[in-house]
């Protein structure tokens, strides 16, 4: 039905259970995207580090890790994971340092609307790509780099 | 206050403005007191907003996915036909519709707990008095302050058999709404709170402790009377515990406290059993009942080991 990368994965981290149900429902049933859910942000970074995910949506009000710490590491293990924080308390400073310190994509407010989280969902997964292929153009374009200087070295050297 | 300075003898029109000035700084503080008891209440309600938005933002999406599941089935069934393709998207949209469905019983469960918890407050304005569980009331305070709560505080109850608490519940919910909310406030991020409710003898005792930086002796003295904290512009205007301690002297109790720098502090509600008869709320503490000062800063009447 849909075209979409089914390869990429979301992840849903939240200490309740009702919001990561009700997240994997909707993402489920409107986007062609595995969807994994935690309720231990713990947990949550052992596994995106042993297999980074496209989208991760943390909330913020977590008893073990906050929401901003939690994706501050999340930016450490897996650049190029688009970070979205879910919160029921949205107070300006907290909104100030999520973007300063975790480069946030979005901050979306509880209760959310499933329109805009599926399009920045969507968004979120389209950007995560494009930056992990860039990074492989780039990689591919240094050793093409490296691979042209040897040969105008060898070049050099065969015709001194 | 200008003229204050020559009392060696005051003469009667100076008495009679000495007066007049008493009576307009009561009236002041009265004023006061009922701002914190306004601003106390904005804080509660923006916690219960906090509060239901996890359960509210569940329901709303979840009425979301039903909606689409419902369009998604009937464009299937349209045709009259389901094929082997189509029936792989029925078992997911089902699946999905059954996740849902559980999510919502709880979701209302914990809408309708958090509007039970509200009982007491939403009663606050009214002088009924009524036999109260102090146990109940803790918990239920509890349960309000839950979002205040740290990501490493821990809460330890600690509860014997008590018997029912004549009083004005409504207010005593709101002395230990008040004591609770201190005690966030001291443990910040991690730390202890420690609730107890005893009754070792013609008295209720609740004591809240915490594991907080404690209060400096020469403090202890000043933290009951309006207007003093330590706390920063942002946090309160120092009136909870000036509250408090009306509210508990009306009820013919005290509030005592110990605290130890570096240690933590506890605050200990004594509220006599028996014959409480709450005085009239709204008028100032009764000056009949007994003259335990508000803090007593070497409080060991009661209430477990620190």
Redesign the interface.
């Known amino acids: 039905m849909r075209a979409d990368n089914v390869h990429a994965t979301v992840a849903v981290v939240d200490d309740e259970p009702m919001v990561t149900t009700a997240l994997r429902a909707f993402l489920e049933l409107e986007l062609p995207y595995r969807v994994l859910c935690f309720e231990s942000p713990r947990l949550a970074l052992e596994a995106l580090i042993r297999d980074p995910v496209q989208v991760v949506i943390a909330d913020f009000m977590m008893p073990e890790l906050d929401g901003i710490e939690f994706l501050r590491r999340v930016r450490e293990c897996c650049p190029f994971t688009t970070r979205i924080l879910l919160t029921g308390y949205a107070d300006k400073a907290n909104a100030i340092r999520a973007i300063n310190e975790v480069g946030l994509y979005y901050f979306l407010e509880k209760p959310w609307s499933n329109e805009q989280l599926q399009l920045i969902v969507r968004n979120g997964v389209e950007r995560s790509e494009l930056f992990t292929q860039l990074d492989a153009r780039v990689s591919a374009l240094e050793s093409a780099n490296r691979d042209l200087a040897q040969l105008r070295r060898r070049l050099i050297e065969a015709f001194l | 206050m200008s003229g204050v300075a020559d009392v060696s003898r005051p003469d009667p029109d100076e008495l009679e403005a000495l007066r007049a000035e008493n009576a307009r700084l009561r009236a002041a503080q009265a004023e006061l007191v009922n701002a914190t008891r306004m601003s106390s209440m904005g804080l509660l309600v923006a916690g219960i907003a906090?509060e239901l938005?996890?359960?509210?933002?569940?329901l709303?999406?979840?009425r979301?996915?039903l909606s689409?599941?419902l369009a998604?089935l009937q464009e299937i069934l349209a045709d009259e036909v389901v094929d082997a393709s189509e029936l792989a998207?029925v078992r997911?949209?089902v699946?999905?519709?059954n996740?849902?469905v559980?999510?919502d019983e709880?979701?209302l469960a914990?809408i309708t707990a958090i509007v039970a918890s509200l009982g007491g407050y939403a009663e606050g304005g009214r002088s009924d008095v009524e036999l109260l569980d102090v146990r109940a009331a803790l918990d239920s305070a509890l349960s309000l302050l839950e979002?205040e709560r740290g990501?490493?505080v821990a809460i330890t109850r600690d509860y014997g058999a008590v018997p029912l608490v004549e009083c004005l519940g409504g207010q005593l919910h709101q002395v230990f709404l008040n004591l609770l909310r201190n005690a966030f406030q001291a443990v910040g991020q991690r730390g202890t709170i420690t609730v107890r409710a005893h009754a070792p003898a013609e008295e209720v005792v609740v004591t809240v402790e915490d594991t907080g930086p404690g209060i400096p002796p020469q403090y202890l003295e000043r933290i009951f009377q309006g207007g003093f904290t330590t706390k920063g512009a942002r946090v309160g205007m120092g009136l909870g515990l000036l509250i408090s301690s009306q509210i508990v002297e009306r009820h013919r109790g005290r509030i005592g406290v110990r605290s130890e720098v570096g240690r933590g502090s506890a605050f200990l509600v004594h509220l006599p059993l028996g014959a409480v008869r709450p005085g009239h709320p709204g008028r100032p503490a009764q000056t009949e009942t007994t003259p335990a000062p508000p803090a007593s800063p070497s409080d060991t009447s009661a209430g477990g080991p620190r």
């Open positions: 906090h938005n996890t359960p509210l933002g569940a709303r999406s979840n979301d996915v689409r599941a998604r998207d997911r949209i699946a999905a519709v996740g849902v559980a999510v709880d979701a914990r979002h990501p490493d």
